[in-house]
T-cell receptor, first 114, second 115 residues
Framework: DGGITQSPKYLFRKEGQNVTLSCEQNLNHDAMYWYRQDPGQGLRLIYYSQIVNDFQKGDIAEGYSVSREKKESFPLTVTSAQKNPTAFYLCAGSQGVTGNSPLHFGNGTRLTVT | AQSVAQPEDQVNVAEGNPLTVKCTYSVSGNPYLFWYVQYPNRGLQFLLK??????LVKGSYGFEAEFNKSQTSFHLKKPSALVSDSALYFCAVRFFSGGYNKLIFGAGTRLAVHP
């Protein structure tokens, strides 16, 4: 089945540790995105990438890093510099860069940092 | 500043009644508008979009939305609600800035359909 696959579904880490969230797609999407979802705040954009080896900061990029070495993969690293990392993280992709294609989302990774 | 507003945190409706989930936006230019639905612990699913053309757009699961340019609104509607429609609904607006297209989401509206 085609889609956006995020792993793991649940992730637990101790404060001060970096952690990498996986996002893989087999939809041949050009653009990929990482969002953070907190209750009552909707989705906030962390990073996005429109082509391989290129990515742009979103609204809340501090404390996060990404790479886009392959079209299919867009991993997100939550670093120890992120002040409040506990959240639900969503990866998405879209076809093309013109903006009229909807986003396809993965099922998310719930990160808990204690 | 560019923004999307969903003025209701929660909408309650009885099964079989019509439902409306409201969305207004403040974006320069001609934006693209989207509605998504989210079930618990899942990603968002696309429902429908407005790009251009007819102001009434139809989407998945019997949902439709009406684009009103003068009121800068894009309300989601369904003629007859189902209990299974209970979920979190997000309005999103795409616009162009600095050579990139950007997508911003509203805060979400929780729809509760009661039997």
């Amino acid at each position: 089945d085609g889609g956006i696959t995020q792993s793991p579904k649940y992730l637990f880490r101790k404060e001060g540790q970096n952690v990498t969230l996986s996002c893989e797609q087999n939809l041949n999407h050009d653009a990929m995105y990482w969002y953070r979802q907190d209750p009552g705040q909707g989705l906030r954009l962390i990073y996005y990438s429109q082509i391989v080896n290129d990515f742009q900061k979103g609204d809340i990029a501090e404390g996060y890093s990404v790479s886009r070495e392959k079209k299919e993969s867009f991993p997100l690293t939550v670093t120890s510099a992120q002040k409040n990392p506990t959240a639900f993280y969503l990866c998405a992709g879209s076809q093309g860069v013109t903006g009229n294609s909807p986003l396809h989302f993965g099922n998310g990774t719930r990160l808990t940092v204690t | 500043a560019q923004s999307v507003a969903q003025p209701e945190d929660q909408v309650n409706v009885a099964e079989g009644n019509p439902l409306t989930v409201k969305c207004t936006y403040s974006v320069s230019g001609n934006p693209y508008l989207f509605w998504y639905v989210q079930y618990p612990n899942r990603g968002l699913q696309f429902l429908l979009k407005y790009i251009t053309g007819d102001n009434l757009v139809k989407g998945s699961y019997g949902f439709e939305a009406e684009f009103n340019k003068s009121q800068t609104s894009f309300h989601l509607k369904k003629p007859s609600a189902l209990v299974s429609d209970s979920a979190l609904y997000f309005c999103a607006v795409r616009f162009f800035s600095g050579g990139y297209n950007k997508l911003i989401f509203g805060a979400g509206t929780r729809l509760a359909v009661h039997p």
